[in-house]
């Protein structure tokens, strides 16, 4: 695997436009501590853009204020909205092993306890209450979204790459 491989990076915030007109950007953290954020420069874009330094400013409503290297102009910045920022791996902290990093959950298969498939994970979610897994499966109409929480997925095995879950009844329509 190469440095450069999406598997050694891990998004750790998303752009949100241009804050003001002089080039600060509003930065969405997804880092358990927002502002280490900075700390894990250099940050990249899904097309390879990098950024070798973060600086934080300030805060408002959900979001961090920062000035980015390259980005002067509120047109640079409003041209970045929406774009995830990812971080080499080797730069974050390793995990408790209750814990995983969303990158490491997509492309898991999800069994019931019963052992039969219920989906592969396609993304992870977090609305406000709860992470939640968007499980997708060859057939359905649309993806379902799986509470992640010890309860309901009691078992995440990263090496053998699935994950046990006890879903609520119902909430699979084949199940």
């Known amino acids: 695997m190469t440095a450069n491989s999406p598997t050694d990076r891990v998004v750790v915030g998303a752009f949100g436009g241009a804050f003001g007109v002089h080039g600060e950007t509003r930065l969405k953290s997804f880092c358990a501590d927002p502002l280490a954020i900075a ?63 969303h990158a490491d959950l997509i492309g898991l298969e999800v069994f019931d306890a019963g052992g039969a498939l219920l989906g592969t994970v396609k993304a992870v979610q977090n609305h406000g209450a709860t992470d939640l897994l968007e499980i997708y499966k060859a057939g359905y109409k649309s993806t379902v979204l799986l509470p992640f929480t010890l309860q309901i997925v009691p078992t995440v095995d990263l090496t053998a790459g699935r994950i046990i879950a006890d879903p609520p009844e119902g909430l699979f329509p084949d199940a």
Do not use: C, M, W
């Open 39 to 101: 700390d894990y420069a250099p940050l990249y874009t899904e097309d390879g853009r990098s950024f070798p330094t973060i600086v934080l400013t300030g805060q408002t409503g959900n979001a961090l204020v920062a000035r980015v290297h390259g980005v002067v102009t509120k047109e640079d910045a409003d041209a970045l909205k929406g774009q995830n920022l990812f971080a080499d791996r080797d730069r974050l902290p390793s995990l408790p092993d209750d814990e995983f990093y």
